[in-house]
């Protein structure tokens, strides 16, 4: 979203690759700092209304009397198959308990709770995602995870040097067996009083989505000696903390499980003694998106170099732990956070802007260098101290991520030295400790490394001796050019195969003009260079091929019959060069759709092209965009209806689940070549997406989805197609990718949810990543986090972009840990929650049924505000009480409940049931929150207050309202924006200005039936409510659809569908909710 301050979106919907980043090299070199012109954020277009939900909510049944477990999934068993790609759940060989050394503690330190007032005492249900504190050896569904076995993953074509196999030595999630030890952040002299450390004592700061820490930040005060007369802030580093052997090299850590290159070795420390002194923390202006140029950028006068002689000391601060615990102990003191809200008496909760993140409880000079939210966030910004804490919670715990979400600015560091963990392959990052200028202490594993010689340039201000000050060390996301060592083969070129569906059918739909005309107007935009390659193939009962052989007159059609075993007829001319052979492609392009008008064949047969498509870009990888539009029925893959039209939604026997293995198979054969398929459903008919999204699904590709597509009898959709297959041909893409995700020991991750394949325990393989594309993860505490003040995470991409060039971007973020049950309630993110939830929900949907996944979202709320009364009220009250920071749980299960993928009791299409599905599992957290609750504005009384000002436009910010029929008023007009589709509903007695000036119209009567424009015009009314639309679109990667709507319209019901607050025939309203919660609760 955009925000005050930052750059806006631009107006099209295209991004390309390597804009809007800072270069950084190494060493006294030419030009070492370089900046190139902003990129802005990428814009674009989805499609979902949510919808209703049905039946009376059930009570919680304990699965056993007094087994205090909650088993999410009874007694289903997951298959084997399951255990690959989306929603996996994998599980590391325990690590044996780790002796610590004893850490002194004032006695202002909070303390645990003993071990039997830490267990769950929660009263468990039959059907929930959360387990207890002893959770059942065999259920595939809880938030601490238990070992089980998992299958081989399929595995094909590894990058050696990238991926790496998988080490048979046990692991924590980090990959390290250091132990883990006790550190701080220290402030630098002259900044903050002593007793400033990690946590901030007082108040939260109000919630601010901070920008993304990209600019550097002008050169931070320099480190003086300590204060006279005060206590020595620096300990001896001689005096090491944990058990003897931390300081041994341990020769097993190298193994490649944790680590995208093994080949990248640095030199082991020669002494890895650890001291007190571990953490630091500068003091920084806060980062934001503008260009500030840096000392040594163009445009300013650089020093001269300065080489120290020798080694220099390097004083820093350091906090003692009582000072970080007790700081923490100031956590209970916040009023706002922790304020009890009774729900059923407090009517207006909703914030009247959208809801921001929740800023984590960390000192201000370490919260400024912590990632933007919108790439990094985790469900819980306080971390219990252990599973136990963790269970008592009745929270989840996971990470929600965008990790190549288009950025405004982006700072590239060009070094051939990338600076990591010698343990756990950590990138190094604004959190890591620096004991000395010569040695940096890892806040993954604890490890101490050696700082490289060719790290102690500063390239920023060209001075030597100054690493905390490198970019690495300054910024929370970074991309790094990566070296040869990061390449198992040369960067693939970018390939584009598009895979047409030609039959009678598909021709009726008219969708073969606008993508063709769509691609010939964008063809110069494809992200690529030079080695840029395309192809084209059409299907019906038969496989056309186009050869594009330069020398050709026009192309040449090749026609391969036998669909059982398809072979490739001159493969050298099908994938060819962009640049070289244009006119041929722009005319074929030209050519396709009146090739097929004449076609009688009725027959699909997708299958058999899809195996064509991969078999032609197996040698190089690549993108295959398929466009499909009814249920394929001969060849391999042939699939039947299992569609009942009048089929209520609440029948058992829905179809959630692939009818064939073959589209998944192929897909992981898909993702071994780096190739990823996206599909493109088009259909007015069942087409059985939940077995042909596997196709994408597995290979991390994207689905997407125009129901009744037709370009007469719904123009709507015409644009809707052409507006997203823009966003899609010209947004950056990165190739043969993979991304793991990194923990502090004592963390580890057990499932993942998203596009990709699992390649090994902790590696995601993603042949195509894309910038709308969002993942997450569920987590569980391992070990007891105990005299960690603070831990980390950090998600890791490395692919190849389209100009060829291997790159690493990484995200790191930093939050405290806490002792108690309130603080973990302190620190919720009821958004984040939601959005792992709904996750998985849609996975329980699959593997068990969908009234086990609504009992399991419901009992998730029920389970957190019963533990919190039970556990965190002193005095108990009457009324349903919440804390401040869960207040809009409740109603984001509701809206959840009555989203089309969970929503009961009303006839949707199973197809659009299914894709609503797949946006939840690959959609980024701040689209699927609008989807799930869209947000409600007054539009016929927009006026300049609190306007932004974007690009010379003054874009109005109304109040967000109730979605409530009783915040509608006859006499006003408002948007409803449900993310990938708005309405504007115009009340009876709505004001003539706003007919007239806004809509065109003489009067209400007069309104269109089927109005999906407004029309510009030269009123102030007009300029205001389009450029606050425009607005609204530019910041998403799909396009809604806007319906102008009135009483009699027929679409009304779709509005009103969205009131989430309201009863419907076959659902609660959210009162009612709140009371059946009640209920349960005080039993």
């Known amino acids: ?32 700092l370089m900046y190139s012109s902003q990129m802005l954020d990428g814009q674009g277009f989805s499609s979902v209304v949510p919808g209703l939900y049905s039946h009376q909510i059930p009570t919680k049944v304990p699965l056993h009397p007094s087994s205090g477990q909650y088993n999410f999934g009874g007694s289903q068993n997951v298959s084997p198959l399951s255990n690959q790609g989306s929603g996996q759940t994998l599980n590391r060989p325990p690590v044996g308990p780790i002796s610590m050394a004893p850490l002194q503690h004032a006695s202002s330190v909070p303390q645990m709770l003993p071990p039997s007032q830490n267990s769950a005492a929660i009263p468990s249900s039959s059907n929930s995602f959360i387990s207890g504190a002893h959770p059942p050896a065999l259920s595939n569904w809880q938030y601490g995870q238990t ?27 980090s990959g390290s067996t250091n132990p883990a030890t006790s550190y701080q952040y220290a402030v630098s002299p002259g900044g903050p009083p002593l007793q400033n450390s990690y946590m901030k004592p007082g108040s939260i700061p109000p919630p601010v989505n901070r920008p993304l820490a990209s600019a550097f930040p002008p050169v931070r005060p320099p480190l003086g000696p300590p204060p006279a007369g005060g206590p020595p802030l620096v300990r001896p580093s001689a005096t090491p903390i944990g058990p003897p052997n931390s300081s041994l090299p341990q020769p097993l850590l190298n193994s490649a499980t944790n680590q995208e290159a093994t080949k990248y070795q640095s030199p082991a420390p020669q002494n890895l003694k650890m001291g007190r002194n571990v953490g630091y923390s500068y003091p920084t202006l806060p980062p934001g998106y503008q260009n500030a140029s840096s000392p040594g950028a163009p445009g300013m006068q650089s020093s001269p170099l300065q080489y120290p002689a020798g080694p220099q000391p390097f004083p820093q601060p350091s906090l003692g732990t009582n000072h970080i615990t007790g700081s923490m102990g100031g956590l209970s003191l916040q009023p706002e956070g922790l304020r009890s809200i009774n729900l059923l008496q407090e009517r207006n909760i909703l914030p009247t802007t959208s809801l921001q993140a929740p800023v984590p409880n960390l000192h201000e000079e370490i919260q400024k260098l912590n990632c933007n939210p919108e790439l990094f966030r985790c469900t819980l910004t306080n971390i219990p101290q252990t599973q136990a804490l963790l269970n008592k919670a009745k929270l989840p715990l996971g990470l929600l991520l965008h990790p190549f979400k288009d950025l405004s600015q982006l700072p590239v560091v060009t070094s051939s030295t990338i600076v990591r963990c010698r343990s756990c392959r950590t990138y190094i990052n604004p959190f890591v400790s620096f004991l000395d200028q010569r040695r940096w202490k890892c806040n993954l594993c604890y490890r101490v490394n050696d700082v490289p010689e060719e790290f102690m340039y500063n390239p920023v201000t060209r001075v030597y001796g100054e690493p905390h000050k490198r970019p690495e060390v300054q ?36 969708y073969l003009n606008t993508v063709c005309k769509t691609l010939l107007d964008n063809l110069d935009l494809l992200p690529g260079n030079t080695r840029t390659k395309i192809g084209f193939i059409t299907f019906d009962s038969t496989i056309h091929f186009y050869s594009l052989q330069e020398g050709l007159s026009q192309p040449q059609m090749l026609i391969v019959s036998d669909i059982e075993d398809v072979f490739i007829p001159m493969p050298e001319n099908l994938l060819v060069n962009l640049n070289e052979n244009k006119e041929l492609i722009q005319d074929l392009l030209r050519t396709l759709p009146q090739m097929f008008t004449k076609s009688l064949e009725t027959q699909s047969a997708l299958g058999p092209a899809l195996q064509a498509a991969f078999k032609l870009m197996s040698p190089t990888g690549g993108r295959i965009s398929v466009f499909q539009t009814q ?15 009048n089929q209520k939604a609440s029948a058992k026997d829905i179809h959630l689940t692939p009818s064939t293995d073959f589209y998944k198979k192929l897909a992981l054969d898909c993702s071994g070549q780096q190739v990823a398929v996206d599909l493109f459903l088009l259909s007015g008919q069942y087409s059985d997406l939940a077995s042909l999204g596997c196709i994408s699904r597995y290979s991390a590709g994207s689905v997407y989805y125009y129901q009744s597509y037709h370009h007469q009898h719904n123009p709507v959709q015409v644009e809707k197609l052409q507006k997203e297959l823009k966003r899609y041909l010209t947004r950056k893409i990165g190739f043969e990718a993979v991304m793991r995700i990194r923990c502090t020991k004592g963390l580890s991750i057990h499932t993942f949810h998203g596009n990709f394949f699992v390649r090994s325990t902790d590696l995601l393989s993603l042949p195509n990543v894309n910038p709308d594309a969002g993942y997450a993860v569920q987590m569980s505490v391992e070990e007891s986090l105990t005299d960690m003040p603070v831990v980390s995470f950090q998600s890791a991409l490395l692919y190849t972009s389209s100009k060829g060039e291997r790159r690493i971007r990484v995200h790191t973020m930093c939050l405290p840990v806490v002792t108690t049950l309130s603080d973990v309630y302190l620190g919720a993110d009821v958004q984040a929650i939601t959005g792992l939830l709904a996750n998985m929900a849609v996975d329980r949907s699959v593997s068990a049924s969908l009234s086990d996944a609504r009992d399991a979202l419901v009992n998730a709320v029920i389970d957190s505000l019963s533990a919190y009364r039970s556990s965190v009220l002193s005095i108990q009250q009457p009324g349903l009480m919440a804390p401040y920071s869960l207040r809009l749980f409740p109603l984001h299960v509701l809206a959840l409940l009555k989203q089309k993928a969970f929503q009961t009791g009303t006839n949707i299409r199973l197809d659009e049931r299914i894709f609503t599905m797949c946006q939840v599992k690959n959609q980024p957290l701040i689209y699927l929150m609008l989807m799930t609750h869209p947000n409600l504005y007054r539009v016929d009384n927009l006026t300049d207050e609190g306007a932004l000002n974007i690009n010379d436009k003054t874009i109005p910010q109304p109040r967000i309202l109730q979605l409530s029929v009783e915040k509608l008023s006859r006499d006003g007009a408002y948007l409803m924006d449900a993310g990938s589709v708005m309405f504007i509903w115009v009340g009876k007695n709505c004001g003539q200005n706003f007919i007239s000036q806004v809509l065109g119209v003489p009067s209400h009567a007069s309104i269109p039936q089927n109005m999906t424009h407004l029309p510009e015009l030269e009123t102030a009314e007009s300029t205001r409510t389009i450029a606050f639309i425009s607005w609204l679109r530019e910041q998403r990667p799909f396009f809604p659809i806007l319906y102008i709507i009135r009483d009699e319209s027929p679409l009304k019901s779709s509005f009103l569908q969205n009131m989430i607050e309201d009863r419907t025939e076959s659902a609660l309203s959210y009162y009612e909710f709140l009371l059946h919660i009640q209920q349960q609760v005080n039993k």
């Open 631 to 645: 249920l394929p029925s001969v060849g391999v893959g042939s699939l039947k209806s299992r569609e009942e039209p």
């Open 1 to 32: 979203m955009a925000q005050p301050g930052r750059p806006p979106a631009a107006s099209g919907h295209s991004s390309q690759n390597g804009a809007g980043e800072e270069r950084y090299s190494n060493g006294p070199v030419e030009n070492s």
């Open 475 to 510: 910024n929370a996301t970074i991309e790094f050019m990566a070296p040869s060592e990061y390449m198992l083969r040369p960067p693939q070129p970018p390939v584009y195969l598009f895979v047409f569906d030609v039959s009678h059918n598909a021709i009726e739909t008219g």
């Open 147 to 173: 070992p089980m076995n998992q299958p081989t993953g399929y595995q094909t074509n590894h990058f050696a040097d990238v991926a790496g196999t998988v080490s048979t030595q046990p692991l924590s999630s």
